[in-house]
């Protein structure tokens, strides 16, 4: 709200009034509430004390205000009101989609989605369990409507399009009205690229997708529900439209996250049920009683659980994921690979196999680097669990030749990932260390990024690998000597190794064991060893006292007006 300065006697005398009231409401409301006013010729803001705009008001709107109650300088008070504005800005990015309006009950489930946090969220799903009991077609309906919503389709199902067989033909029809304009899209598309809350949005749509998968779960028992929605989520997923693609396909990959906690949690019943059994087993020998029928009731029916849903994973996995991993959006792609690499380390049983580690591996030489680096992530978390190394031998062997060229690809990022997983490879001697010279070659790179990780690599070639009769700082500093004698062709390239490996490196540290060989004069050492063992001995010291020994490393760059505010040292 802007107030100016107006000749009309009540125009003033309603200037007047509103001064006044935002006066008294700049002492009621709190610091952080944020709305702009101004005053004369300068701005300020409701979140600052109100004793600012008072002495404004008193001065006649004079601009120099020098003298604060608090005795602050000019300067603090400049840079007071500054802060004020960078949060009223960020707390208008920060604004809810819709109008900052909190969810209320009977809302659609798409406008819930975008303001809920997870409270009301499943505040939702208690009372869409009570509709499901009663009306399991109305409830599934509802469902079916956000979905098609959230792929931008305006359209309502209703019970007998639920009941209609036809899935597919619906979905065409649909999506063929969107397109064509018939009054069947949405203004909005909530995964839009240029959707501020496009995140928020996505975490909370992943969420409702989860608490719809249990809550019908738990009422049911059985998957024929889930099939429907199943169904639907792959006829969407197929259409040509990227923003059905998009929802139907985080659809698809949520409802299978969530199948395979259902399907873990069966698992974890069967085998209970299996101990049980045995246990009466072994007391009634004539396996007659009561209970062992029911423990073999409950044992085939955990069983048909577990192999029901894992059908509905298969469905939506040649439906919807070996589909969508190829798709031309390389938002899709990157989403479908961190999936798997997600569904391979929570179920192992079913997804650790080539048939499903092919999709990572085929990933590795996508032309997108975010997709690339989704790949070698899920392989970096897939090595860190010991017990995966086994199934994990037969894509080792076929797909470890690409991630060692990946630590040269055009991304640094992309060679970031690539050295964690040939770390991990190499600290449990998957492949072989002849396998990893070029890992050296980054040691000299212009990256800060590549340099640590090539530095945590050469630490696990050189450490972890060697033998216990080279774990003696001789013997390191020995194979540091050698590493800088192939690899370093000029005082730069010392510089780069030194600085690379100082954190990961307690040889370089070790100061008086360095003197110690320079000053014995060890036989075994050349010329050029000697020369290059004083090169990094003076960078070791350069280093220790603080020293950056590459430019540009701690070269630090004037901080800017908004850094300055935030920052007590700058003052």
């Given at each position: ?14 200037a007047?009034?509103?001064d006044?009231?935002?006066?008294h409401a700049?002492?009621t409301?709190?610091?952080d509430?944020?709305?702009?006013f101004?005053f004369?010729?300068?701005d300020?803001?409701?979140?600052q ?13 004079n ?14 008070y ?6 004020s504005?960078i ?7 920060m604004k809810?989609?819709v109008y900052?309006?909190r ?15 997870k409270?009301?969220l499943n505040?939702w ?11 399991l077609?109305?409830?599934l ?12 389709c ?7 399009d639920i009941?209609?067989?036809?899935v597919e033909?619906?979905v065409?029809?649909?999506v063929?009205?969107?397109i064509?304009?018939?009054?069947q899209a949405?203004?909005?598309?909530p ?15 992943e969420?409702?997708w ?5 809550e019908i779960?738990s009422?049911?028992q ?16 197929q ?10 396909t985080?659809?698809?990959l949520?409802?299978v ?5 259902l ?15 045995h ?6 020998q004539l396996?007659?009683?009561s ?5 073999r ?5 955990s069983h ?15 439906g919807v994921?070996?589909h ?8 899709l792609?990157?989403e ?7 569904w391979?380390?929570?179920?192992q049983t079913?997804?650790?196999?080539d048939?499903?580690l092919k999709?990572l ?10 997709v690339r680096?989704a ?5 970096q978390k897939l ?15 076929r797909f ?6 990946m630590t040269c ?21 998957l492949?072989?260390?002849t ?12 990256s ?14 050189v450490?972890?690998s060697s ?5 003696a700082p ?20 010392v510089?780069?190794?030194?600085d690379?490996?100082?954190?990961n ?32 001995f003076?960078?070791c ?12 490393m701690n ?11 935030f ?5």
């Amino acid at each position: 709200m802007i107030i100016t300065e107006s000749t009309n006697p009540s125009v003033k005398r309603q200037a007047d009034a509103d001064d006044d009231a935002a006066i008294h409401a700049s002492r009621t409301l709190s610091f952080d509430f944020i709305a702009s006013f101004t005053f004369g010729s300068r701005d300020y803001t409701m979140g600052q004390p109100a004793r600012f705009m008072n002495e404004e008001l008193e001065e006649g709107g004079n601009d120099e205000v020098s003298n604060h109650e608090d005795g602050s300088s000019d300067e603090e008070y400049e840079r007071t009101i500054e802060a004020s504005k960078i949060r009223a800005r960020k707390a208008q990015r920060m604004k809810p989609s819709v109008y900052g309006k909190r969810p209320k009950e009977g809302d659609p489930l798409l406008d819930i989605v975008k303001v809920a946090n997870k409270s009301d969220l499943n505040s939702w799903g208690k009372s869409w369990n009570l509709r499901l009991s009663q009306d399991l077609a109305s409830a599934l309906a509802e469902v079916v409507t956000f979905l098609a919503k959230s792929c931008s389709c305006d359209v309502d199902f209703s019970k007998a399009d639920i009941d209609n067989e036809d899935v597919e033909g619906i979905v065409k029809e649909v999506v063929t009205g969107a397109i064509r304009g018939q009054g069947q899209a949405t203004s909005e598309d909530p995964f839009g690229k240029k959707n501020k809350q496009c995140r928020q949005f996505k975490i909370n749509y992943e969420l409702v997708w989860d608490i719809i998968v249990r809550e019908i779960y738990s009422k049911a028992q059985s998957t024929s529900a889930l099939l429907i929605l199943v169904k639907y989520a792959v006829a969407f997923s197929q259409c040509n439209v990227r923003p059905c693609r998009v929802g139907a396909t985080l659809a698809a990959l949520q409802l299978v996250t969530s199948f395979i906690s259902l399907a873990k949690q069966q698992q974890e019943t069967r085998e209970t049920v299996q101990r049980q059994l045995h246990a009466e087993e072994r007391r009634d020998q004539l396996r007659t009683s009561s209970r062992l029928q029911s423990l073999r009731t409950a044992l085939t029916n955990s069983h048909e659980a577990v192999l029901a849903l894992q059908s509905l994973m298969k469905q939506l996995i040649s439906g919807v994921f070996v589909h969508r991993y190829r798709d031309i959006d390389d938002m899709l792609r990157t989403e479908c690979i961190s999936s798997l690499g997600h569904w391979c380390g929570e179920y192992q049983t079913f997804f650790l196999k080539d048939t499903y580690l092919k999709y990572l591996g085929w990933s590795l030489n996508d032309k997108v680097a975010s997709v690339r680096i989704a790949a070698l992530t899920a392989l970096q978390k897939l090595y860190d669990m010991e017990q995966n190394h086994t199934p994990l031998d037969t894509f080792t062997t076929r797909f470890k030749t690409r991630i060692l060229e990946m630590t040269c690809d055009i991304c640094p990022a992309v060679g970031v990932k690539a050295l964690g997983v040939l770390t991990r490879l190499i600290r449990e001697e998957l492949v072989e260390v002849t396998d990893c010279d070029r890992g050296f070659l980054l040691l000299i790179d212009d990256s800060p990024q590549l340099r640590l990780a090539a530095a945590e690599l050469v630490t696990a070639l050189v450490y972890t690998s060697s033998s216990a009769d080279d774990e003696a700082p001789d013997s390191r500093l020995n194979c540091l000597l050698q590493l800088i004698s192939e690899y370093a062709e000029t005082e730069t390239d010392v510089s780069y190794i030194v600085d690379a490996l100082w954190e990961n490196n307690s040889t370089l540290k070790d100061w008086r064991n360095i003197l110690r060989v320079l000053l014995t004069g060890d036989e075994q050492l050349s010329e050029a060893d000697k020369t290059n063992l004083v090169f990094i001995f003076s960078r070791c010291v350069r280093k220790g006292t603080g020293e950056s020994l590459v430019p540009g490393m701690n070269d630090k760059k004037p901080l800017t007006k908004t850094q300055k505010v935030f920052v007590p040292s700058a003052k």
